[in-house]
């Protein structure tokens, strides 16, 4: 990457950390926002409130909400014209319904309300189901002095209207379903867990949307918000079937035959259950009520026009012939969803579809086959998509998934193994997108790849699908026994499945294996953990300190005077350090800063120019001038190497003699006035090799090697341009050479190596920089006895306030003395802080340590 390159990518960096800071601002804003939204919506034209009880299933809260509604009186003129109360569906409210009711409302006085939850009504409430909404229907007709009506539902209004009949029949003079949901069997999955499991999965997602995207309130009173979720999530249809049987009255069935949402066979069997039923189909889908209205407002009007005569009687054809009318849809909607499905998640597609074979909603041969379309649709899809050429994988979407480098290495693969590289990264986890993308970019025969694609899938699917298959019965059998909790048990039992995915099929190669080792070792040994593991506890510590103990919670910002951003607390300058050191004499490193303002050509003489100074060779040591735990640190071994790095560099650069010999980190201390300081810890900083054995390549070497495995992601990485390569019998190869945990080395605890003769000598080093008086001296020596001795000291680098005794990574020491460590180190700090403070230095101010804070995070950092 050239220095342009650098600074773009920079740029890049610094454009997304601003559209996070806009994004997190809008946020907050519309979250302010919100709280000003009303609690009703707009109401239409025509449309009044009325105020009442609020319910939860059958029960009172003990709170009042506003229904909206249209009183719209017979067009006809007719003062004693039958009331028909028409219910809405979901998720649109009764505006939806604005094209029939003109058509109805020519010889019927309508009550049309928006349920609580929808439209003008109040949109916050403790339960959105259709018990509810039975419930607010009732209250709305008490408020209106209307004591019989008809009951009109479309869609999830016929739950609704259902519901009023369980409660009340003595209420309904007839029922009218028009494409109504009615018994569960018939709707989506055919189960109430599953079903419930799957509302759950679409509420939680439109929380997610409603509540951290800045929609300014729009989506509290828009379409599909959670309100529209919890009418689904709240609602149980098991009792529907049980209310059908019992209501005894006129029934109106209505229904599309091309309805896809509700299906047609529900229907039939509301009919063949309702035997006093009258049946009629349209043609058309479930919008055909709201496209066509009056293909629904003949059949309701001439319904309501006979019951009101009083000879109602089913005219249509016998319950049995209309349900023979209808055909059992096939499978191929759900194949067709879980093909689809395959293409955002091939795993939890097969996990669903294995779900569903156990739940008998497919066979399991359906779903195999839908989840194998869709997945060899989704691999030519990534083939096509390498057919575009590299210069797609610079761009987005697919740089978000795939690396150049990565294909590069396919590329390789492909060459040596050809294209059987296509089984075998089905069952190599992070292998099988940048393969087939690389096949794609290397124009590889599309005739020749397609029977391996093929293989491949039919070799992947089953398995996936089987295990699902096979497991699915015991998640379901729990999910009905406790559907309670169905949509946990459900998101439990889909994770457990694709851990146990991701967890057997690794186990069918060794190189699967190794790296699954590397996990587990990363997640049971503390040394790899993420830093907020250690801190968190850390910095309740600090926090009582700074808070309780001292009442001053940035006073540990005094303990190093001379170290600027609160003596070293993040982001200072090396330099600035370097030369505070400055009388130390040969016990540092040579050193010297070559500025970013200068041309890198400049630069380059400046460096020769030290090297011949100080007699210097290659190699050398480059590295920024503000940074941390070793990034962007180059040991350098030729002026090709120095010219690229500095051609790289956006910031000032430190150049540095390389010191040879062994690395230690040795934690120093002294208290103000004290003649002599101390020695908290010493870190023994190994740096890990392989040794070639002529046979195996280097991925092999660094997966079989014992230490190497644990950090084989951060290895394999750094290596991504060799693993292929096979390293001569006897030849070593370095994993690391910089003093960095995080990059590689071995820490241990060389504890034992402090001597009075060790503290004596950084005593004097310590002496040439005033204000320093706390913090790790990173050092090179021959070896360990002239450590011990206190001679041959090359100090190449002192960090400050944040940094760690980190000895504690020895595997050897246990999490909980690492925090005991830590903690005892961060008493120290306060206690120097507070003897400076008193001695007349001063500390930064909170709002400084967070500005240092967040310009550490924020920071642009180079990678060389």
């Not at 996936?464 to 096979?470: A, M």
Request: proline fraction near 5%; charged fraction near 20%; hydrophobic fraction near 45%.
């Amino acid at each position: 990457m050239s220095k342009p390159e650098a600074t773009a990518t920079a740029q890049r960096r610094s454009r997304k950390r601003r559209l996070l800071i806009a994004f997190v601002v809008l946020l907050v804003l519309s979250s302010i926002a919100r709280l000003f939204v009303p609690t009703e919506g707009e109401l239409l034209p025509g449309q009044q409130r009325v105020e009442v009880r609020e319910y939860d299933r059958d029960a009172p809260t003990g709170k009042t909400v506003q229904i909206a509604y249209r009183d719209l009186p017979a067009l006809n003129g007719e003062p004693d014209a039958p009331v028909v109360v028409l219910i809405h569906g979901s998720p649109v409210a009764s505006m939806a319904l604005d094209r029939f009711i003109p058509e109805l409302n020519q010889t019927c006085r309508l009550i049309v309300p928006d349920l609580p939850g929808f439209g003008g009504s109040t949109i916050g409430i403790a339960d959105y189901s259709v018990r509810a909404g039975a419930r607010y229907t009732l209250e709305l007709m008490d408020a209106l002095g209307i004591e019989q009506a008809y009951l009109a539902g479309y869609s999830m209004g016929g739950g609704v209207i259902l519901n009023v009949a369980d409660i009340a029949p003595q209420r309904v003079e007839g029922l009218i379903m028009c494409s109504a949901i009615g018994v569960q069997e018939r709707e989506l999955l055919g189960n109430y867990a599953l079903n419930h499991g799957l509302h759950g999965l679409q509420l939680g997602g439109l929380w997610l949307l409603q509540n951290f995207t800045p929609h300014f309130g729009y989506m509290d009173h828009g379409i599909f918000n959670v309100a529209y979720a919890r009418n689904f999530y709240d609602t149980d249809q098991r009792n529907l079937r049980g209310v059908i049987e019992r209501f005894d009255g006129p029934m109106l069935i209505i229904h599309g035959k091309d309805d896809a949402f509700v299906p047609p066979m529900a229907a039939a069997e509301h009919a063949r259950i309702a035997q006093q039923s009258e049946r009629v189909w349209t043609d058309g889908g479930h919008l055909q009520m709201l496209m066509k209205p009056e293909t629904f407002a003949a059949p309701v009007q001439e319904f309501v026009r006979r019951v009101e005569a009083g000879n109602f009687a089913p005219q249509s054809v016998d319950p049995e012939s209309f349900s023979s009318s209808v055909h059992e849809p096939g499978y191929g909607f759900l194949m067709a969803l879980l093909a689809l499905g395959t293409l955002v998640s091939e795993d939890l597609s097969c996990i669903i579809g294995g779900l569903l074979a156990s739940r008998g909603t497919l066979p399991l041969w359906a779903a195999i086959v839908a989840c194998a379309v869709g997945i060899f649709i989704g691999d030519l899809m990534l083939y096509a998509l390498g057919y575009l050429g590299k210069p797609a994988l610079s761009r987005a979407p697919l740089k978000w998934f795939v690396s150049a480098k990565t294909v590069e290495r396919m590329e390789r693969w492909y060459h040596r193994r050809g294209a059987v590289i296509i089984l075998t990264s089905r069952f190599v986890p992070g292998t099988r997108l940048p393969a087939y993308v690389a096949a794609g970019v290397l124009r590889m025969p599309l005739g020749k790849f397609l029977p391996y694609f093929a293989v491949a899938v039919l070799a992947w699917t089953p398995i996936l699908v089987g295990l699902s298959w096979l497991a699915g019965d015991v998640v379901l059998r729990w999910v009905e026994q406790y559907d309670r909790y169905a949509i946990w048990i459900l998101l439990g039992g889909i994770f457990a499945l694709w851990l146990l995915i991701h967890g057997l099929v690794p186990l069918l190669t060794w190189r699967g294996r190794r790296l699954l080792l590397s996990r587990w070792r990363r997640l049971t040994r503390w040394e790899y953990w993420p830093l907020w593991a250690v801190y968190v506890p850390v910095g309740l510590y600090i926090t009582w300190h700074g808070f309780i103990k001292y009442r001053c919670p940035p006073l540990f910002t005094a303990v190093n005077p001379g170290i600027p951003n609160g003596g070293g607390l993040a982001i200072e300058s090396k330099q600035v350090i370097l030369r505070g050191l400055a009388g130390a004499g040969d016990a540092v490193a040579a050193w010297t800063v070559l500025e970013k303002d200068k041309p890198a050509d400049e630069n380059f003489t400046a460096l020769d120019a030290f090297m011949a100074e100080g007699g210097l060779d290659f190699p050398v040591v480059l590295k920024p001038d503000v940074g941390e735990r070793g990034e962007g640190v180059a040991i350098v071994r030729s002026r090709e190497e120095a010219r690229g790095y500095l051609e790289r560099a956006i910031d000032d650069t430190i150049a540095q003699a390389f010191a040879p010999g062994e690395e230690y980190g040795v934690f120093y201390y002294r208290y103000p006035g004290d003649e002599r300081g101390h020695i908290l810890g010493i870190t023994d900083k190994r740096f890990p090799q392989l040794t070639g054995d002529g046979k195996h390549t280097l991925e092999w070497l660094i997966l079989h090697d014992d230490r190497a495995v644990g950090m084989a992601k951060f290895f394999l990485n750094k290596f991504e341009d060799r693993l292929e390569e096979i390293p001569n019998d006897g030849e070593t190869i370095a994993l690391a050479e910089l003093g960095t945990h995080c990059r590689g080395s071995l820490f241990l605890d060389g504890s034992h190596l402090v001597t009075p003769e060790l503290i004596a000598a950084l005593d004097v080093v310590s002496g040439h920089f005033e204000g320093f008086d706390f913090g790790r001296y990173d050092i090179r020596v021959p070896s360990a006895e002239d450590l011990s001795a206190g001679r041959n000291l090359k100090v190449i680098e002192v960090n400050g306030l944040s940094s760690e005794a980190t000895y504690i990574y020895d595997p050897k020491h246990s999490y909980c003395y690492g925090l005991r460590t830590l903690c005892h180190q961060w008493r120290i700090a306060f206690e120097i802080a507070a003897l400076n403070v008193k001695n007349g230095h001063p500390h930064l101010s909170a709002c400084e340590v967070f500005r240092i804070f967040f310009a550490s995070r924020a920071r642009d950092k180079l990678e060389v």
